[in-house]
């Protein structure tokens, strides 16, 4: 049998970056806009530090795409955990709002080429099991995002002070670096464009990995749908979750709730988030124009209700309902999103997801941190707003030029 087919690729050092690295992330979001507006910083500055590396990380994996189709995917990822680690040293050093930004910014660049090989090492081979491996992957990230939460919350219960968290969160970093020296394995690159390499001793197994090829190319071609369908979902997905990031910890503060208590609240957004991107990994795309209806209208109603509430479990209610709508969201576009990579043979989808990411994550707090200045709940009612007119633009431009006939 042909060593590069039976090879067996391991899968649990992504599993494990994808969790570690978010744990760091949450953490720290979560604890910038109230540490901040503690300090009297002005909410606009907020916004600006909350959006922090996303500021930059709306451009990089755009500018590392081609690089990262050109380096192993292993030596990419080392050197975007090696350079966030680096930045995040100067967490020791300092939490001076400039300083502050300055690393942040550094981060967004460097892991750029992160995110986008970790997504096109599940892409690289046509043989692996996207749909499972895509599961997998949405649940790493989105527990990743739950257990930073959780140990944000148990080190905010005992100590006030939130210098714990930037001290600690670097942590997972260090984990990380040694994982991806020691640990990640590089992928085996075949793909509907490459042929495969064999010996004249493995000609019958080649004609049935052919035959799968064929069949999987078959499938590809019965799923179609706009380019732009599945980064219109994930605009929508990172608008929210960065207006929410932002606006919840400081309204938190305003209304007298305990700093732990915001770790809490924010823990069954992830969780229901990270049940939901499991679930639309999972089913099947045919019934994909009825599912605008089910996630953005309650999108919608929820954002408006957000700003209107001041009870502490209504919002917990909230975020269950905003988890839900929000991991399906971005369940699907990457469902499409690497869809897009298997037909083209490209991780350039990768990398504009991630950008697409970016850009509107940036914009969120930063939108937030401003409309704030007039009002603290006005940005919720404008992303409520946003949120009806993205379902009415994709009702009626995309209804008719989604043709998904067979599921992959």
């Known amino acids: 049998m042909n060593t590069e087919h039976s090879h067996q690729w391991r899968f649990w050092p992504v599993i494990l970056l994808s969790i570690l690295y978010p744990m760091n992330i949450n953490m720290i979001g979560w604890a910038i806009p109230i540490y901040f507006f503690r300090r009297a910083v002005a909410t606009e500055l907020i916004g600006l530090l909350t ?38 040293l100067i967490f020791y050093i300092t939490l001076q709002p400039i300083p502050f930004l300055i690393a942040r910014l550094c981060e967004g660049f460097i892991v750029g080429i992160f995110w986008t090989n970790l997504q096109a090492s599940i892409s690289d081979n046509i043989y692996h099991q996207h749909r499972k491996l895509t599961a997998l992957y949405n649940f790493s990230w989105n527990m990743g995002l739950v257990l930073g939460l959780i140990v944000g919350a148990i080190l905010t219960f005992f100590i006030e002070d939130l210098t714990i968290i930037f001290y600690s969160a670097p942590i997972f970093l260090v984990i990380n670096v040694v994982i991806a020296v020691f640990g990640f394995q590089e992928p085996y690159k075949n793909t509907l464009a490459e042929p495969s390499k064999t010996s004249h001793h493995d000609i019958s197994q080649e004609d049935v990995l052919n035959s799968s090829r064929q069949k999987n190319g078959l499938l590809l071609e019965n799923i179609e749908f706009p380019y732009y369908y599945p980064f219109l979902l994930v605009m929508l997905y990172s608008l929210t979750r960065g207006v929410i990031n932002f606006i919840f910890p400081i309204k938190s503060e ?132 946003i949120s009806g007119a993205i379902w009415i633009v994709l009702i009626t431009l995309s209804w008719k030029r989604l043709k998904i006939i067979n599921d992959i």
């Open 254 to 385: 305003v209304l007298g709730f305990d700093t732990y208590t915001v770790y809490i609240a924010s823990i069954f957004f992830m969780l229901t988030q990270s049940i939901a991107i499991i679930g639309a990994s999972s089913i099947s795309l045919k019934h994909l124009k009825f599912f605008n209806v089910v996630i953005i209208i309650p999108l919608f109603i929820t954002t408006l209700f957000f700003g209107l509430n001041t009870n502490y479990l209504i919002f917990i209610i909230l975020f269950l309902i905003l988890g839900s709508c929000t991991g399906m969201l971005f369940g699907i576009s990457l469902r499409l999103v690497l869809i897009l990579n298997i037909k083209h043979n490209r991780s350039i989808y990768s990398a504009i997801l991630e950008s697409f990411t970016g850009i509107f994550y940036l914009i969120g707090p930063i939108l937030a941190g401003y409309l704030s200045y007039i009002n603290l709940d006005l940005s919720l009612y404008v992303l409520s707003l």
């Open 51 to 88: 959006a922090g590396s996303t500021i930059t990380y709306t451009v990089s994996p755009i500018i590392f795409s081609k690089i990262s189709d050109k380096i192993p995917r292993k030596t990419g990822i080392i050197i975007a955990m090696v350079g966030t680690l680096l930045t995040q």
